[in-house]
């Protein structure tokens, strides 16, 4: 008796007219969802996706960032070694007040 593999079903993609329009030339984020749904995103031409160990190689490649991009980076990675390592730096001072910094 031979098994009988089981049917796989996709779900239906149904995009509007007027997405279709906005289709060439943009950049769409596509997801499936555990409850079956497809979920699409526009992606702004600065938004990018990847992960810790390539934003680390780029930082260390010398791959050009504005500098206040660089400055809200750092002051982000410092809040999170603060958080994360709180009992250590529990003496330490505030490096920004102001959390809109970030």
């Known amino acids: 008796m ?7 079903k996709y779900p239906e993609i149904r995009i509007d007219s007027e997405t279709m329009r906005n289709l060439p030339g943009s950049r769409w984020l596509v997801t499936f969802g555990r409850d079956g749904g497809v979920y699409i995103e526009p992606l ?6 990847t ?8 930082l260390n490649e010398k791959v050009e960032f504005r500098p206040e991009v660089l400055a809200k980076f ?6 999170n070694m603060a958080y ?13 007040d102001n959390d809109d910094a970030v």
């Open 2 to 8: 031979v098994a009988k593999a089981k049917e796989k």
């Open 44 to 49: 702004s031409d600065d938004e990018f996706m």
């Open 51 to 58: 992960n810790e160990e390539k934003v680390l190689q780029h």
């Open 74 to 79: 750092m002051t982000a990675a410092i809040k």
């Open 84 to 96: 994360r390592y709180g009992d250590i730096n529990r003496n330490m001072k505030p490096i920004i």
